[in-house]
Structure formats: C-alpha cells, structure tokens
C-alpha cells in the first residue's frame, strides 16, 4: 500500500475426495487476508484473518472450519532485542458427520496471547522467553481448557 504498510492476501478452492467413503468428502473456499503497518523503524502491528477448511476424522466430524482472527505488534528495542505480543482468536465448526450424530455438532472457539522478548547477541545465536496464555470453550463436555505457559528457547545457527 505505502512505504509503511502491506497487504497480502489469498483465495484458493480446496476439494477433498475419498475412494472408499464418499462421507468424508469436503470441499469449498478457502481464503486469508492480512495488513502489516510500520509505525515507525523499530515499531509494527499485523491485523490477519483466515478461513480454512480441513480433515478431522473422528466418529462425530470429517472435517473442520476454521475461522481466525488475530492482532500482534512488534518493538524492536534495539538492532539485537525485540519485544512481540500476539493474540488470536479462533472459531472451530467440526462438519460432515460420517453417520447421523446423536449429539450436537461440536464448535470450539480458542484464544491464544503471547509475549515474547527475542534477543540475537550474533548472528548465529538466538534466544526467546515467552508467556502464553492458552484457552479453548466448546459446547461439548469436557472439551474446555485453560493454560498457561512459560518458555525459554535458545537457537544455534552454523
């Protein structure tokens, strides 16, 4: 769009078929839009959004949609140091029942935020320490979560 900001985009058809179970086919749009914006040289925000299709088989689904929405920005403190937080939500319908279910379709609908502080001392050497919080409501029993976590990562490029 500018200097400053990007778009990128997708649009696709996708068209499973199976030899042996005709109930476990699915087809349809699958499509993805994003904006990055540059506030300034060490600061940016994303905004995307995603709608994906894809198998899940199990006796109550054949496939899932997938509808995602997520926001995250960037500061990068100094040419060796970034700080990042991110946060996305997600709906989930499970579809295509391979025989009538005697219950009601599942839908999830997840959350995801992290924090993370990245720092490169060289080129080779990488390091990240991240918070997350993690969380999933279903109208299905016994589907719900929430976690936290902590992590401490370290990469060595040669």
């Not at 499509?31 to 995307?48: C, F, Q, R």
């Not at 997520?70 to 100094?78: D, H, K, R, V, Y």
């Not at 140091?81 to 499970?94: K, Q």
């Not at 050497?125 to 976690?147: T, V």
């Amino acid at each position: 769009l500018s200097g400053n900001s990007s778009v990128d985009a997708n649009l696709g058809y996708l068209s499973r078929s199976h030899n042996t179970y005709a109930q476990r086919d699915y087809s349809g749009f699958v499509t993805g839009a994003g904006v990055n914006w540059a506030l300034s040289g060490k600061t940016s925000i994303s905004a995307t959004y995603a709608h994906e299709l894809g198998a899940y088989a199990t006796t109550y689904s054949n496939y899932a949609v997938t509808d995602r929405i997520a926001l995250g920005t960037q500061w990068q403190m100094s040419p060796k140091a970034a700080l990042r937080l991110n946060h996305a939500w997600s709906r989930v319908e499970y579809l295509g029942a391979p025989t009538p279910a005697p219950t009601a379709q599942r839908s999830d609908t997840t959350r995801a935020t992290s924090l993370s502080v990245v720092w490169s001392p060289t080129q080779q050497i990488m390091l990240n320490a991240g918070l997350q919080s993690l969380g999933r409501g279903s109208n299905q029993a016994n589907l719900d979560y929430d976690a936290r976590l902590a992590t401490l990562t370290a990469q060595f490029t040669y």
